[in-house]
Structures are given as structure tokens and as C-alpha cells.
């Protein structure tokens, strides 16, 4: 079956460092998935951070950036500076195109940014 | 805009009891979801429903029932509550092969 695998978490970094959140993807029933990233700020809902759905193209929400890499099937989340307010949890999942756009996600990546 | 609206917010119940949550969207949007989260994991899709009266298995369906009578409701059914059942059920919807928006969550804790 389809399946995500994420960085393990939780990562920890200061704030105004570098952040990457690995994202690797197996789609064995999906020839063509979509590729999100939702994140789930504390005490608020699951929400969606930013999608890709073309091969090779690059998403960007918030100062994040995901590019979809279809060779290596990964989706990696990128931030150049973070800041406090980006601490919560990070899912990357894949989804079929079409009526049900079922979607498969990954275990999570928990960040906290320390000030 | 619009809202999904989870309902109870906290459920406890006893082992072997049978559970109802409920789930209710005014997107307007004709697919629902039902996942359930387990600490520290990934959500699973339990059910999900194309259109009113649609029901489809996702890959965590047994020991679930799901109902859905109108477009904007979408509930699911614990059969026999397990102790090993305390999670986070999140109710989404999406337009039709569109970005899912998720509800709040209902925490099920199980004596």
C-alpha cells in the first residue's frame, strides 16, 4: 500500500536557525499523487500548510517551502529562519487525485523553536 | 468560509459500549472523512463518503459503523468500545477530489 515516512521527532532548534523535515513517500497505488504538508498549531486543529500536485513544482506557505521530487520520491519541508510561533506538529501525506482523494499521512514531526 | 463542527468534544465510555460521534460541515462540501489518531501516529482513515448516503471502508474500518443521512453530517459509530481504544477521532470534508479541511477532534477515552 501507499505510505509516508517523516523525521522522527520531536526536533528542537533556536529560533532564527535552519529547518528541513524530511519527507519520503511510497505510492504503489497512485500513479500520480498530491503531496501536502498539514500542521496542527497548539490547541487548534489540524490545518493545511501548503500542496503540491505537479511532479518537479515547488510549494511555499508561511516562509515554508516543499518541492515535490518525483525521482526521489521525497517532499522534504524547508524554512530558512524559524521563529517561535512555527513550534507544532508536522504531517506530510500524499493523496489520490479524483473523487475520493483518500489521503495516506506520515506519524508527525514535532517541532519546538526555542527563543 | 465555513466550519466542521465535532461533537462531543471528550467521550468516555465503558468497555463494550456501543459510541456515536457526530460530525457536521456548511462548506457545502460533498466528501467526509472519518481518521482516527493514535498518540504519537499518523491519522487512519476509518470511512469515508463521496455523497449522502455513500459509505466507503477505508483501512481501519473494522469494529465501525458510519452513517451518512445528509450532505453536511457524517457519523461514526464505535461498535464495542475497547480499552485500548483511547484516540482522537478528527472528522474532514473536501470538494470533490480537493484539499481536505479538518474538524477539531473528539478525545475517546475508554474505562
Known amino acids: 500500500g501507499d505510505s509516508v515516512t517523516q523525521t522522527e521527532g520531536p526536533v528542537t532548534v533556536s529560533e532564527s536557525e535552519s529547518l528541513i523535515i524530511n519527507c519520503t513517500y511510497s505510492a504503489t497505488s497512485i500513479a500520480y499523487p498530491n503531496l501536502f504538508w498539514y500542521v496542527r498549531y497548539p490547541g487548534e486543529g489540524l490545518q493545511l500548510l501548503l500542496k503540491v500536485i505537479t511532479a518537479g513544482q515547488k510549494g511555499s506557505s508561511r516562509g515554508f517551502e516543499a518541492t515535490y521530487n518525483k525521482e526521489t520520491t521525497s517532499f522534504h519541508l524547508q524554512k530558512a529562519s524559524v521563529q517561535e510561533s512555527d513550534s507544532a506538529v508536522y504531517y506530510c501525506?500524499?493523496?489520490?487525485?479524483?473523487?475520493?482523494?483518500?489521503?495516506?499521512f506520515g506519524q508527525g514531526t514535532v517541532l519546538s523553536v526555542i527563543p | 468560509g465555513g466550519i466542521i463542527t465535532q461533537t462531543p468534544k471528550f467521550l468516555i465510555g465503558q468497555e463494550g459500549q456501543k459510541l456515536t460521534l457526530k460530525c457536521q460541515q456548511n462548506f457545502n462540501h460533498d466528501t467526509m472523512y472519518w481518521y482516527r489518531q493514535d498518540s504519537g501516529k499518523g491519522l487512519r482513515l476509518i470511512y469515508y463518503?463521496?455523497?449522502?448516503?455513500?459509505?466507503q471502508k477505508g483501512d481501519l474500518s473494522e469494529g465501525y459503523d458510519a452513517s451518512r443521512e445528509k450532505k453536511s453530517s457524517f457519523s461514526l459509530t464505535v461498535t464495542s468500545a475497547q480499552k485500548n481504544e483511547m484516540a482522537v477521532f478528527l472528522c474532514?470534508?473536501?470538494?470533490?477530489?480537493?484539499?481536505?479541511?479538518f474538524g477539531p477532534g473528539t478525545r475517546l477515552l475508554v474505562l
Open positions: 474532514a470534508s473536501s470538494p470533490r477530489g480537493d484539499t481536505q479541511y
Open positions: 501525506a500524499l493523496g489520490s487525485t479524483g473523487g475520493n482523494n483518500k489521503l495516506t
Open positions: 463518503s463521496i455523497t449522502e448516503n455513500d459509505l
